[in-house]
């Protein structure tokens, strides 16, 4: 036993340290590495509607434009909005651009650009609400919003207000449609591009504010800094992003105020009618499935990541939760202690506060985890608790008999339990640890918090970037449970034999002649 926990907290550390000199240097050379997320992301960045491989948008744009200028390629590095900034604190990438308001409790953490935009916030109400016409106008009403955005802080500081949040802007526009809010309140782009083409939804009161949208560069990096701002300011002055914003319909007055260039629109916004063009809900049944053919590659890659991680989470859960139930039943008393503490202490506290603690917080102590590993051992160690209640049932129905047995026909503890206790706890334990794997399947998808694109995430994308909740969620949840499914049978097949080698033949001859359910 101690053999086995001294081989797993070896294999533990090495892997820390391995893992932390690769995610401690994830700079490239002749490479700008930058972060964003594209779940409805339109138009910062999003995947093109015809291609669901391409990436497009304003800020792609800008950041290619901007990376040419400094004589670099890009790679894109995928992370929700609200950890944007903590991903480049973790060194996940270079430099982060997606609508990132130059905000002052932004600029405490981070050192921003300077503004390669500048926009307001906008009011939306359905057509029939006519008792909304300004920010004031909305205390006590229901107002939905981005989270972590200027707009909640905007709405918090209105007193009266009942302020949703929302991690998808499609999301929040839908329920203003359906009823669920009386308002939202976002930036303009968003509201033009979510809000705009629905015939619902009409935009009302005047330009609330003035947002400044800068790139986020790591505090300290002021040479990284300095070439940043000076490929803004030539891509500024010779009219590469005017051009860029016009054809995204996003040029304004206060953009022309800001770069001083108040001449009139010289170029169409062909991006924008693209983009309005295709999402049309007039596609035909053909469009729609080709439509879905073309997001099988992206839902695979997807799947493929949700098993791997699943899987290695799954390893490290058995043979943590093992030790755990072992050394909680058999072990000396401080460690049995140990072993209780850190079961009530996982199973008290939510998973999701576990992989931001692994992946966020312990780079803070030097141990830095690339998203993969964290994931793994986030969702193990989590799931090595339950894990370990389950094995301790085990190990706790096997007779106290077969024990004393075992040492009276001259075996140590040791070989008592590995040869004699164990084997008979793991037998009968199978089937829930087969079912604890389907639960853990699921819930991989908390995985997509750092950075890894599962298939609930890859589903989030596509789902935004054609407004289709519904279709492409019944073919996820199709996928989801052809996973899955292996793993069901398994687990009646394991019940079977389990059922075939504790049950008398006698008993389960009556069971299947119906006897076996009268119960006097």
């Known amino acids: 036993m101690s053999r086995l926990l001294s081989v ?83 060194h996940l990438y270079d430099v982060s651009i997606d609508g990132l308001e130059i905000t002052p ?78 308002a939202t309140l976002f930036d303009a782009p968003i509201a033009l591009y979510y809000g705009g083409p629905m015939r619902e939804v009409k935009f009302v009161g005047p330009e609330i504010g003035r947002i400044e949208y800068g790139i986020a560069v790591r505090k300290g990096e002021e040479e ?29 007055s206060l953009v022309a105020e800001e770069f001083q260039d108040l001449g009139p629109v010289k170029t169409t916004p062909d991006r ?30 997807a799947a493929i990541t949700t098993i791997e991680v699943s899987l290695a989470a799954m390893v490290l859960a058995v043979v943590l939760g093992l030790c755990l139930a072992i050394v909680r039943v058999f072990g000396p008393a401080p460690l049995a202690v140990l072993s209780t503490w850190y079961v009530e202490i996982i199973r008290g506290t939510p ?54 047995a075992a040492l009276g026909l001259g075996m140590t503890r040791r070989e008592a339990l590995r040869h004699v206790v164990v084997p008979q706890a793991v037998r009968m334990v199978l089937p829930p640890v087969t079912n604890d794997f389907i639960s853990l399947l699921k819930d991989s998808s908390l995985v997509s918090v750092i950075t890894l694109v599962d298939l609930t995430k890859a589903y989030g994308q596509i789902a935004t970037t054609y407004y289709d909740y519904f279709g492409t969620g019944l073919i996820v949840a199709a996928i989801y ?17 389990l059922e075939a080698s504790l049950i008398p033949d006698r008993v389960r001859r009556q069971r299947k002649s119906g006897l076996g359910m009268r119960l006097f």
């Open 8 to 90: 797993f907290c070896a294999f533990f550390f090495s892997l820390s340290a391995v893992t932390g000199a690769f995610a401690s240097n994830t700079m490239s050379p002749g490479v700008l590495t930058w972060g964003g997320d594209t779940e409805g992301g339109a138009p910062y960045m999003f995947h093109h509607a015809d291609d669901i491989g391409e990436l497009v948008g304003y800020e792609v744009e800008i950041v290619e434009a901007i990376a040419e200028q400094m004589g670099l390629s890009t790679r894109f590095v995928q992370n929700g909005w609200d950890n944007l900034i903590p991903g480049l604190e973790r």
């Open 481 to 497: 449970f052809l996973l899955g499914y292996p793993f069901i049978r398994l687990a009646r097949w394991n019940e079977a034999k």
């Open 351 to 404: 998973v999701l506060i576990q992989l931001f603690f692994i992946f966020y917080g312990l780079p803070n102590v030097g141990i830095k985890l690339d998203p993969f590993t964290a994931g793994v051992i986030g969702l193990g160690l989590n799931y090595a608790a339950y894990e370990a209640e389950i094995y301790r049932a085990g190990l706790m129905a096997v007779p106290a008999g077969q024990m004393e």
């Open 224 to 252: 990284l800094l300095s070439q940043v701002n000076q490929a803004i300011m030539t891509l500024r002055d010779d009219g590469t992003i005017r051009f860029i914003l016009e054809r995204w319909n996003l040029w304004n």
């Open 105 to 182: 409790e932004h600029s405490d953490v981070v050192d921003f650009s300077i503004p390669y935009y500048v926009t307001h916030l906008q009011i939306a109400v359905r057509r029939d609400n006519f008792d909304i016409t300004d920010l004031e106008s909305c205390r006590g009403r229901v107002v939905g919003t981005l989270k972590q955005s200027y707009s909640q802080y905007v709405l918090d500081s209105l007193e009266g207000v009942d302020v949703r949040t929302y991690a998808d802007e499609i999301n929040a526009y839908t329920d203003l449609v359906n009823g669920r809010l009386d």
């Open 272 to 301: 924008y009618n693209g983009w309005i063009e295709s999402h049309r809900p007039d596609a035909t049944w053909k469009d729609t499935a080709r439509r879905y053919v073309s997001f099988m590659p992206k839902l695979g890659r």
